[in-house]
Every structure is written in structure tokens, then in C-alpha cells.
């Protein structure tokens, strides 16, 4: 990847009277999308983002911690504590787990049902918030060996509902941003341990 053509930090700027939201090694012309928020020229980000991160480990090691959802708590700035349900006891297509989650670091607190979409060991870990056959969210790692280890891509992508979609447009692209934020803060936290 060309990362001179990307960012590499989280933040916004206006281009052609467009307000463009961007975050680690995402291309700065692909910020916007067609949903209009109020106003002729304002555009609502993507209902997703990523945030990439090169780890100076293997991808298994990274995988292991990634994958084992009662560990959450030691890197995530808002899921405390995870444990998987129904019997799992570990990361594998169709397990279910929940996670204890403090939104935004303060409040509200309750617990959400996910379930695993996919598992690749060493290579990629996503699981879906909410019902199993249609989550509202899906969360996802992937990792790519590059040089003296592994870039961590983590990523989330809203379901587009109409109900997310209004939600979006109103107050999701402040929700984008803590987003990518702590996906930032959960991938320092796990680069601070494998290296």
C-alpha cells in the first residue's frame, strides 16, 4: 500500500465544500458516501471504518489475543468483559459470546449477543452484533504479513437499515469517529503486549 496517499491519523477536513472524515491509512477520497445530511453541500461519512496498525509479531500471536473475547477488556476502551455462551469456549464460526459494554467509557452499560462470521486463524476474526442471521454491526481484524510482522486491520460496518441510516445521518458520524478512535486504542493496547 501506497501510505503517502492515505491518512494516518483520525480527522476531518473539508474538500469541495464536503466535510471528509478520515482515519489511519484510509484514502482521503473515499470518506463520503451518498446518504445527504441536513444542508446543500454536507455529506454523512460511510457506515464503517478502519483503522490499520503494523505489529511487530507474528499474525497467530496476534490472532490469539484478538479471537479470545474474555480478554477484551485489556484493550478495548468500551467492552470490559466478554464470555462466550451456549456451550463455545473458544473462537470458531457460529459461537456465541456476549460483551459487557460501557458506551463511550461512561454510560449506558449492558451486555450485547454476538455471534462469529468468520475465523481464520492467523489471518482474520469477525463477529456480528445482534441477531445472528442479520447483526446490526460487524466487527472484524484482519492480518496481513508485512515485513517484521503484521499489519492489524480493525474494522466495523453498520448494517445500512433504514433506522441506521437515519441514525447515521443525525448522530452516527460523531459515533464514526469514537469508533475509530478506539479501534485506534484497542490495537496500541494490543501492539503494547505482543511486542
Sequence with gaps: MNRSKHAVTIGEHREHGRLVIYRSYVPLA????????????????AMHGSVTLHMAAPAGRIFDLVSDVTKIGRYSPETF???????????????????????????????????VLECEPGREFAFGVGPS???????????????????????????????????WA?????????????????LERIKAEVE
Design 30 to 45: 473515499r470518506q463520503t458516501v451518498g446518504v445527504r445530511a441536513p444542508g446543500p453541500t454536507r455529506r454523512v461519512p
Design 170 to 186: 443525525l448522530l452516527g458520524w460523531a459515533r464514526g469517529r469514537t469508533n475509530c478512535s478506539d479501534m485506534q486504542t484497542t
Design 133 to 167: 442471521d442479520k447483526p446490526l454491526n460487524v466487527w472484524r481484524y484482519r492480518l496481513e504479513p508485512a515485513g517484521d510482522g503484521t499489519d492489524v486491520t480493525e474494522s466495523f460496518a453498520l448494517t445500512p437499515t433504514p433506522w441506521l441510516r437515519l441514525y
Design 81 to 115: 468483559e466478554g464470555e462466550w455462551l451456549e456451550g463455545a469456549t473458544g473462537p470458531a464460526v457460529g459461537a456465541k459470546f456476549r460483551g459487557h459494554v460501557k458506551r463511550n467509557g461512561k454510560g449506558p452499560t449492558y451486555w450485547t449477543t454476538c455471534t
